[in-house]
């Protein structure tokens, strides 16, 4: 129905990811698959709230998989998508981008790895001279700190944890995951299913009012643009 453009947005609930490839569909999750529903293979996922927006480089996968999977590609994909989706859907003119480090101090000029000068830096050397107003690799103990004070409009995360405990920190019940980059609108809640107090009514629905308050909002911004 929204690739028929039936409706404006969609909005999803929490998934159980481990049930869902019990039940046969190979996906990490829901966005990989409604990115495979549409078709879309440049998307990215993510979370935001009031005071802090956060991408992510690679989303669901083992730590110890982190430094195979963070690519130049992937970060260059990462950064003009977000950037892109910023001014298309939520409405933002030239939007600052901050990248974090992979290592603590940013790898202290390769003392403690080499990731940020030879993985992280030239993609984001590159999307300069294409324009985006982005900037990094920086320490991530300190950067979002900054992204906070409003230094910038989103944090570009190499990884799950680095970018969503300071994000649930700030915005544990009300933040909102967005997959970027669809041909459709796609929102959730920023929360799993919690099983252990369901049918207790004490679930709170703050995170899910805030995903279709934002579906409205990124629909009327891509209608202000057709």
Do not use: W
Not at 114 to 124: F, G, L
Not at 144 to 151: D, E, I, N, P
Not at 203 to 223: F, W, Y
Request: charge should be neutral.
């Amino acid at each position: 129905m929204a690739a028929r453009q039936e409706i404006a947005a969609v909005v999803t609930c929490p998934i159980n990811k481990f049930l869902m490839q019990l039940a046969g569909y190979p996906y990490e999750g829901h966005t990989q698959f409604i990115a495979g529903l549409t078709g879309c293979r440049d998307y990215v996922m993510m979370l935001a709230g009031e005071r802090l927006r956060v991408v992510l480089v690679t989303i669901h996968c083992a730590l110890k998989d982190v430094p195979y999977l963070v690519t130049t590609e992937r970060i260059y994909k990462t950064i003009t998508v977000t950037a892109r989706a910023l001014v298309e859907d939520f409405g933002l003119n030239n939007p600052r981008l901050g990248v974090a480090a992979m290592n603590p101090h940013a790898g202290e000029e390769g003392l403690f790895g080499p990731e940020e000068e030879e993985i992280i830096k030239p993609p984001v050397e590159k999307a300069q001279r294409e324009g985006y107003n982005v900037s990094g690799p920086f320490p991530a103990d300190t950067l979002f700190y900054r992204a906070v004070q409003g230094q910038f409009d989103a944090v570009v995360a190499m990884y799950h944890d680095q970018g969503l405990i300071p994000l649930k920190l700030l915005h544990f019940s009300n933040a909102v995951n967005v997959t970027l980059g669809l041909p459709i609108i796609r929102t959730s809640v920023d929360h799993g299913t919690a099983y252990d107090i369901a049918g207790r009514g004490i679930a709170d629905p703050s995170s899910l009012k805030e995903a279709i308050r934002t579906a409205v909002l990124m629909a009327g911004n891509r209608a202000k643009k057709s």
